[in-house]
């Protein structure tokens, strides 16, 4: 995971997306499920991990059903994936995203981030 993070208008999104971008070229096929811009402008700051998860799986374009937790469920049907993942404007959700992210990355290990944030998210998995 890759934070890249500094005041408003800096550039962070446009650097995440060419980034991508770049990566895509120079690899093609490292990302066989996708690379994915997903933006959290809208969230809610007071939203769950359960909510995160469902506007991640919705903007990817993965159903979620069934009775286990979105949260479970998203993190189920991104452990066997190999995707990057662009989480874009997560300042707001520091402390609702941190632990569904963490989880993210130990149980979906072919699944990459690059995250855009005004602060840093302060996870160990982070750099």
């Known amino acids: 995971m890759i934070t890249l993070f500094g005041i408003g208008g800096l550039g962070k999104t446009r650097l995440a997306t060419e980034a991508a971008r770049q990566i895509a070229k120079q690899n093609p096929g490292m990302f066989l499920d996708g690379i ?6 809208g969230v809610a700051a007071a939203e769950s991990a359960d909510s995160i998860a469902l506007h991640l799986m919705q903007t990817i374009g993965l159903p979620l059903g069934g ?6 469920q998203a993190i189920a049907a991104l452990s066997q994936r190999e995707m990057l993942l662009i989480f874009d404007n997560l300042e707001h959700l520091v402390s609702h995203c941190s632990s569904f992210i963490t989880r993210l990355l130990r149980e979906a290990p072919a699944v990459k981030l ?9 996870l160990i998995e982070e750099t």
């Open 67 to 72: 009775r286990e937790a979105p949260a479970d």
């Open 114 to 122: 690059i995250a855009t944030s005004r602060e840093r998210l302060n």
């Open 36 to 41: 994915y811009f997903i933006s959290f402008v």
